[in-house]
């Protein structure tokens, strides 16, 4: 008796297979000079106080000559990388085969796409490319990267996976292949996996030849962060004025023992503090955000362009963070988890960033585009009291008057409230900060007692979250209250995922609702009317934020309507 075995998760041998775009290479490929030019640089600056210099002499065309090979070499496997690199999409999830001596097959379901990112570095921008990034849950690296396309392709390509994400079924499946005799810029591979000796057509063709039935959704602009902002933001921040006392320290040595050698010495630190702050104002200059239909839309970046589109529902947690030199202006910045951001290799959350500065009306209108419903009568009186309330108020609880001996400063701020959408954490008298997180979000919880805090009676709530800069907990609270608040708070959490919406956002009920009224209407674009954009809850939650955030978010929900009925 025989047995047929298949190899688990074959991809369907229907679907059609296209490369990205064939510049690629070269916008990959430059990376390794840039790292020689590095490298070159740093062994002749360490050099330099003991009088070497790699570059005197005939040395300068010695590593000339090798920056170009090494180039070479890099620029060629780059095109080989590019050659075995193919993808392909259907209406449950994008496929990725890519690996030169290691094949890899990674796929991207998307009912669990949790982001959407358009990536211009630079050497790209001057190509007119773009690389789309896929977020799903399970993990930093737990998305896949379709680079380099064209970016009219890339945002194509955007609105029709936001679309299947969302349990629509507009347009049609991918393109088929081209004609045989297509030319060089054919459309696909084909049906099934790629012949290992052809090579599809150009993946830029190829997406501009499928048919994109999902318009690009409407969006109104909500925020925007002044260049004048962002720097003085910087510049009132502990990195620069570490910054400046080094340098001014650094200049009084050398001045003082009359040796410039001393100025190299520190120069890791003030590159590495410079590099961080420079590294902030190029990731965070330009910022926007808009909402439409499909989520939260956010723009920024100098050198590196992003483009970011959350789904709603994808934010797991919420932190407004407010530093003390930033308490005059009374800025805040916010930042969200999101499944599959995490953080990068360099420890940057970059891509968490819901606003990097702004006032507090901004940041309250940030809050309300992941949380538009917070749950209680008065939501704003609530924020107030958590951003900048000390003692337990009207609505929070706080940490014993008994662990000021644990935490003298910022003892009277420790709490947290409890909404019917959320729970609420604030702590720190320096930094305040005020994490959120919705009940259906919490992912488990925990309680961390010290040998301090066992003697005091008291205990630290903890939130687990998602990888990110999020981290929820509030200290030294009384135990039993801490132990009362993690068995409602499993329960709250329990009740909240059973009562939550699915993860197609867009459900097939809804849609039938909706071409249901598009026919009486006669209104083309209509999958994005009623959609889970907060088209009810924005304005009405929106109440509570003060004049100018409510003015935003009521505006912005009543064009983004109108322009989809347009």
Same mark, same amino acid.
């Given at each position: 008796?025989?047995?047929?075995?298949?190899?688990?998760?074959?991809?369907?041998?229907?679907?059609?297979?296209?490369?990205?775009?064939?510049?690629?290479?070269?916008?990959?490929?430059?990376?390794?000079?840039?790292?020689?030019?590095?490298?070159?640089?740093?062994?002749?600056?360490?050099?330099?106080?003991?009088?070497?210099?790699?570059?005197?002499?005939?040395?300068?065309?010695?590593?000339?000559?090798?920056?170009?090979?090494?180039?070479?070499?890099g620029?060629?496997?780059?095109?080989?990388?590019?050659?075995?690199?193919?993808?392909?999409?259907?209406?449950?999830?994008?496929?990725?085969?890519?690996?030169?001596?290691?094949?890899?097959?990674?796929?991207?379901?998307?009912?669990?796409?949790?982001?959407?990112?358009?990536?211009?570095?630079?050497?790209?921008?001057?190509?007119?490319?773009?690389e789309?990034?896929?977020?799903?849950?399970g993990?930093?690296?737990?998305?896949?990267?379709?680079?380099?396309?064209?970016?009219?392709?890339?945002?194509?390509?955007?609105?029709?996976?936001?679309?299947?994400?969302?349990?629509?079924?507009?347009?049609?499946?991918?393109?088929?292949? !081209?004609a045989? /005799?297509?030319?060089?810029? +054919? @459309?696909?591979?084909? #049906?099934?996996? &790629?012949?290992?000796?052809?090579? %599809? =057509?150009d993946?830029? !063709?190829?997406? /501009?030849?499928?048919?994109? +039935? @999902?318009?690009?959704? #409407?969006?109104? &602009?909500?925020?925007?962060?002044? %260049? =004048?902002?962002?720097?003085?933001?910087?510049?009132?921040?502990?990195?620069m004025?570490?910054?400046v006392?080094?340098?001014?320290?650094?200049?009084?040595?050398?001045?003082?023992?009359?040796?410039?050698?001393?100025?190299?010495?520190?120069?890791?630190?003030?590159?590495?503090?410079?590099?961080?702050?420079?590294?902030?104002?190029?990731?965070?200059?330009?910022?926007?955000?808009?909402?439409s239909?499909?989520?939260?839309?956010?723009?920024?970046?100098?050198?590196?362009?992003?483009?970011?589109?959350?789904?709603?529902?994808?934010?797991?947690?919420?932190?407004?963070?407010?530093?003390?030199?930033?308490?005059?202006?009374?800025?805040?910045?916010?930042?969200?988890?999101?499944?599959?951001?995490?953080?990068?290799?360099?420890?940057?959350?970059?891509?968490?960033?819901?606003?990097?500065?702004?006032?507090?009306?901004?940041a309250?209108?940030?809050?309300?585009?992941?949380?538009?419903?917070?749950?209680?009568?008065?939501?704003?009186?609530?924020?107030?009291?958590?951003?900048?309330?000390?003692?337990a108020?009207?609505?929070?609880?706080?940490?014993?008057?008994?662990?000021?001996?644990?935490?003298?400063?910022?003892?009277?701020r420790?709490?947290?409230?409890?909404?019917?959408?959320?729970?609420?954490?604030?702590?720190?008298?320096?930094?305040?900060?005020?994490?959120?997180?919705?009940?259906?979000?919490?992912?488990?919880?925990?309680?961390?007692?010290?040998p301090?805090?066992?003697?005091?009676?008291?205990?630290?709530?903890?939130?687990?979250?998602?990888?990110?800069?999020?981290?929820?907990?509030?200290?030294?609270?009384?135990?039993?209250?801490?132990?009362?608040?993690?068995?409602?708070?499993?329960?709250?959490?329990?009740?909240?995922?059973?009562?939550?919406?699915?993860?197609?956002?867009m459900?097939?009920?809804?849609?039938a609702?909706?071409?249901?009224?598009?026919e009486d209407?006669?209104?083309?674009?209509?999958?994005?009317?009623?959609?889970?954009?907060?088209?009810?809850?924005?304005?009405?939650?929106?109440?509570?934020?003060?004049?100018?955030?409510?003015?935003?978010?009521?505006?912005?929900?009543?064009?983004?309507?109108?322009?989809?009925?347009?």
């Open positions: 008796m025989s047995e047929s075995t298949t190899q688990p998760d074959a991809p369907p041998t229907d679907l059609t297979w296209h490369r990205v775009h064939p510049v690629t290479p070269v916008v990959r490929g430059w990376s390794v000079i840039a790292v020689l030019l590095v490298i070159v640089g740093n062994q002749t600056l360490d050099g330099l106080p003991a009088g070497q210099n790699m570059l005197a002499g005939n040395g300068w065309w010695q590593i000339l000559g090798g920056i170009v090979v090494v180039g070479l070499i620029l060629g496997y780059s095109a080989l990388a590019w050659r075995m690199t193919t993808y392909a999409i259907d209406d449950e999830s994008v496929r990725l085969h890519t690996g030169v001596l290691f094949r890899q097959q990674r796929k991207a379901r998307l009912d669990r796409l949790q982001a959407v990112d358009i990536v211009q570095p630079l050497v790209a921008r001057l190509f007119g490319l773009a789309l990034k896929l977020e799903v849950a993990g930093s690296d737990s998305g896949i990267k379709l680079g380099f396309l064209k970016l009219d392709d890339a945002n194509h390509l955007r609105a029709e996976l936001l679309a299947r994400a969302a349990g629509l079924r507009v347009g049609g499946a991918p393109a088929r292949p !081209a045989p /005799g297509a030319g060089p810029t +054919g @459309a696909s591979v084909g #049906p099934g996996e &790629p012949p290992a000796g052809e090579a %599809p =057509g993946a830029s !063709a190829a997406v /501009g030849h499928v048919d994109l +039935g @999902a318009p690009e959704a #409407p969006e109104q &602009p909500v925020m925007e962060v002044p %260049p =004048g902002r962002l720097v003085w933001s910087l510049v009132r921040t502990v990195a004025i570490v910054l006392l080094a340098v001014l320290g650094l200049i009084g040595v050398a001045i003082g023992t009359r040796e410039i050698g001393t100025l190299f010495t520190a120069l890791p630190l003030v590159l590495g503090v410079g590099g961080y702050l420079f590294g902030r104002f190029t990731r965070e200059f330009n910022f926007r955000s808009a909402i239909p499909d989520g939260i839309r956010l723009r920024h970046g100098l050198l590196e362009t992003r483009s970011q589109t959350i789904p709603p529902g994808r934010v797991q947690a919420i932190r407004l963070t407010q530093g003390l030199l930033w308490r005059s202006a009374d800025w805040w910045r916010v930042e969200v988890n999101v499944a599959g951001y995490g953080l990068s290799a360099d420890g940057t959350t970059n891509n968490s960033v819901l606003l990097p500065v702004g006032t507090r009306d901004e309250l209108g940030a809050v309300w585009l992941v949380l538009p419903d917070l749950g209680t009568a008065d939501p704003r009186a609530l924020l107030d009291e958590a951003l900048s309330g000390i003692d108020g009207e609505h929070f609880t706080t940490a014993p008057r008994r662990t000021r001996v644990l935490d003298p400063i910022a003892w009277r420790n709490g947290f409230t409890v909404t019917g959408r959320a729970l609420v954490l604030r702590r720190g008298r320096l930094v305040r900060r005020v994490e959120i997180v919705p009940h259906e979000r919490t992912q488990s919880l925990g309680l961390q007692q010290g301090w805090q066992r003697r005091l009676g008291v205990a630290t709530f903890a939130v687990h979250s998602v990888p990110g800069p999020v981290t929820p907990t509030v200290p030294h609270l009384d135990q039993h209250v801490a132990g009362a608040l993690m068995d409602e708070q499993a329960r709250r959490a329990r009740e909240a995922r059973a009562h939550a919406g699915p993860e197609l956002w459900r097939r009920d809804e849609v609702a909706v071409v249901e009224t598009i209407d006669d209104v083309e674009t209509a999958p994005y009317v009623g959609t889970a954009a907060p088209a009810e809850t924005l304005p009405s939650a929106a109440r509570g934020l003060g004049d100018d955030a409510a003015d935003d978010l009521r505006g912005a929900d009543d064009q983004t309507s109108g322009d989809a009925r347009e």
